[in-house]
């Protein structure tokens, strides 16, 4: 059986007088624990910052301002942030995951300036929907943190530091997720992730069958730009 670093960690710790059997329990389940914050913390956060996102997409009238330009590079940073996040989720963590979670996170960060960049001129991108954006950014960071320090010797690996790295993408064989949970996780993704963009896909291109690019708006005589404003931030009367 090929012991992972937790597990090498904690054999080493068994040789140290020192250290208390409730430190090596704790090393031994570091995995584990690890697996569950991702499923039962950083998955949830993710998917719900998504949609969130989606819902302020709407209130903002993406169809009618922006357009299929925009949903579509929204439909990119869900792919790339859910790289990391399916990545430790399903396969063997090595340097090749690694590599791929870290140039994921790259592509990402360059298509979310993108995406604001695009959309600031088009529609009214507010204050809430800027922090979801951080959000949104930070999940697939924290996914990605979790799996380098867990896999301390894998990273070593990716840097020329701990023997010959392994760029093969495996599913996971070392205490793989039950059938049921990976039904569950994908079918999760699919219903909070894939359908409301794919949704305000459609609805964009019903309304603007193309995707090239919105002129811009024109700035008002007072220099704000001239978006339609945000209907729950209308003052009443």
């Not at 690890?34 to 913390?41: A, E, N, P, S, V």
């Not at 064989?173 to 359908?195: E, K, N, Q, W, Y």
């Amino acid at each position: 059986m090929k012991l992972r670093s937790p597990h090498l960690a904690a054999l080493r710790a068994l040789a140290d007088p020192t250290v208390r059997p409730r430190d090596v329990r704790r090393a031994l389940g570091v995995e584990t624990a690890t697996r569950r914050w991702l499923i039962g913390g950083v998955l949830p956060l993710w998917l719900g910052a998504g949609l969130a996102d989606w819902h302020r997409h709407k209130k903002t009238r993406i169809e009618t301002t922006a357009g299929p330009r925009e949903s579509l590079i929204h439909s990119l940073m869900m792919a790339e942030a859910g790289v990391p996040i399916a990545l430790g989720l399903f396969c063997e963590v090595n340097p090749g995951v690694l590599a791929t979670c870290g140039t994921a996170l790259t592509v990402h960060g360059a298509t979310a300036y993108w995406d604001v960049s695009y959309a600031e001129q088009r529609r009214r991108v507010t204050p809430l929907e800027q922090h979801i954006h951080s959000l949104l950014e930070v999940v697939p960071l924290m996914a990605t943190g979790f799996l380098t320090v867990l896999y301390w010797d894998q990273a070593r690996a990716l840097v020329g530091q701990n023997g010959r790295p392994d760029f093969r993408l495996r599913l996971k064989h070392h205490d793989p997720l039950s059938r049921r949970t990976r039904i569950a996780l994908l079918a999760a993704m699919g219903l909070f992730g894939a359908v409301p963009y794919g949704e305000e896909m459609l609805r964009c291109l019903r309304a603007r069958p193309t995707l090239k690019a919105q002129p811009t708006a024109e700035p008002a005589p007072t220099a704000t730009l001239a978006i339609p404003a945000d209907p729950d931030e209308v003052p009443a009367g």
